[in-house]
């Protein structure tokens, strides 16, 4: 591959793992899904979806991580990013905050999607920064 046409900065490794979403735009959760995740690097995530996502928006990712905490206990990523790029049922987004969490042993009937969430105050939060230095810079 031509390098100079290389826009991302962190090196990405293959990686197919199972992956849930959900997609947030103002305030609200617009969007939620499965699929399977493509490549991953420390700073972003190639994943292929079961429906095409929207450039620009919040997301929130939890994947199965492939090592177990003490052998015994698996474990999921917790993603929270932009959607940067989509192309059909393509898609990558930024990983800006990632966080590990312990998993339930047997999978569980899906619970219905909760709108107090993590990626709610995450986004919030983000705006809020970008406000500020908006303010800054106009000041």
Not at 63 to 88: A, K, N
């Amino acid at each position: 591959e031509f390098k100079g046409t290389e826009r991302r900065t962190k090196f990405r490794f293959p990686i197919r793992r199972e992956l849930r979403f959900k997609l947030l735009e103002d305030d609200t959760i617009i969007a939620a899904g499965s699929g399977e995740t493509v490549d991953l690097s420390s700073a972003g995530v190639g994943m292929s979806v079961d429906q095409p996502l929207m450039i620009g928006a919040f997301v929130e990712i939890s994947m199965s991580w492939p090592v177990l905490l003490d052998q015994t206990c698996p474990m999921r990523l917790i993603i929270f990013g932009r959607v940067v790029r989509s192309e059909g049922l393509q898609a990558a987004c930024t990983i800006d905050k990632y966080e590990f969490r312990t998993q339930a042993r047997k999978l569980q009937v899906a619970t219905p999607i909760r709108t107090d969430s993590m990626l709610q105050r995450w986004a919030d939060g983000i705006r809020k920064e970008s406000v500020k230095a908006r303010a800054a810079v106009g000041a």
